[in-house]
């Protein structure tokens, strides 16, 4: 599938300009729940393959500060590298509240899927998913009510939570030595 295709098309969504994150898909009517909006395409590979591809992206991300990555589990065997321009459903962006969520169906096609009754011009998102390595390179624009700041799958966010907590506690108290050094200074003059 990594020939030259025509972008995919939907009859329920297109892309426009996003807030979020450059470019996302928003829907061109209302969207009732349990649609399947869009095919999520792109080529299918093993899981070395997609290893080997995913640890590339890492370390151009290392260099470049930025890679995206479109890569989806299928099964134990098969990924699909969605990392290709004419695959529209790409440019569906993250949110911690999620209008639509990728589902595999028996042929292991991904589909983005409605959660809700979608109104026309609502951007389209789903969860992506991220577990909690690297988490902090994953920064959440969302916006939502939910946001917890960074892209990682919701069962995360618990641990996530602590993380950012923990860090925050460490941070303060540093500032806290700080201020009181800074002080003990000021006195001494």
């Not at 979020?20 to 909006?37: C, L, N, Y």
């Not at 869009?38 to 992206?57: F, P, Q, T, V």
């Not at 920064?139 to 996530?160: Q, T």
Request: with cysteine.
């Amino acid at each position: 599938m990594g020939k030259k295709n025509k972008p995919t098309k939907s009859e329920w969504a297109e892309v426009r300009g996003s807030d979020v994150h450059g470019r996302g898909m928003f829907a061109t009517k209302d969207i009732p729940e349990s649609t399947e909006i869009i095919e999520y395409l792109g080529e299918r590979i093993d899981k070395d393959e997609s290893n080997r591809r995913g640890h590339a992206l890492l370390d151009e991300s290392k260099v470049t500060g930025g890679a995206q990555v479109y890569l989806f589990t299928l099964d134990e065997e098969w990924d699909l590298d969605g990392n290709f321009e004419w695959n529209t459903a790409r440019l569906v962006n993250h949110s911690c509240e999620p209008n639509c969520e990728a589902q595999i169906d028996e042929e292991l096609k991904i589909w983005l899927v409605a959660l809700r009754e979608i109104s026309e011009d609502e951007e389209l998102t789903f969860n992506y998913g991220f577990d909690l390595e690297d988490y902090s390179k994953h920064p959440c624009r969302c916006g939502s009510g939910k946001c917890v700041g960074f892209i990682v799958g919701e069962e995360y966010w618990p641990k996530l939570r602590k993380k950012l907590k923990k860090k925050r506690a460490k941070a303060e108290k540093k500032e806290a030595k700080e201020r009181k050094r800074l002080s003990a200074l000021k006195d001494e003059r």
